[in-house]
């Protein structure tokens, strides 16, 4: 409440943001909350931010059954790019959102 109006407007347009999305289903809203974490996360000097990062912000997500497909879903549309090892290839090393101009 006591919130300075630009942080007031930020969070409310969050918030409908993620009506929106859930409007469209749970992989629209999934897609959605890891394209959103991915843009507050800072990256490293590469420009990747590390798949441990990102599962460890989004706890509440399952690996197998969301997250991971989420970001399949999301690198298959060009937004993000992933990076995997060859000890894990079924799950992200890195993965770096692809910002477009």
């Known amino acids: 409440m006591r919130s300075a109006p630009d942080y007031q407007r930020a969070a409310v347009d ?3 943001y993620a009506t929106a999305l859930r409007k469209h289903g749970r992989e629209a809203y999934a897609e959605g909350v890891v394209h959103y974490a991915l843009s507050r996360m800072r990256p ?3 420009g990747f931010i590390s798949f441990v990062r990102l599962r460890d912000i989004l706890c509440d997500m399952s ?3 969301t997250l991971v497909p989420a970001l399949i879903r999301l ?3 060009g937004v993000v790019a992933i990076e995997r090892t060859q000890e894990t290839p079924s ?3 890195r993965v770096q959102l692809r910002i477009s101009l």
């Open 63 to 65: 690996v197998s059954g």
């Open 75 to 77: 690198e298959k549309a």
């Open 91 to 93: 799950l992200p090393h």
């Open 14 to 16: 969050v918030a409908n």
């Open 44 to 46: 490293d000097a590469d």
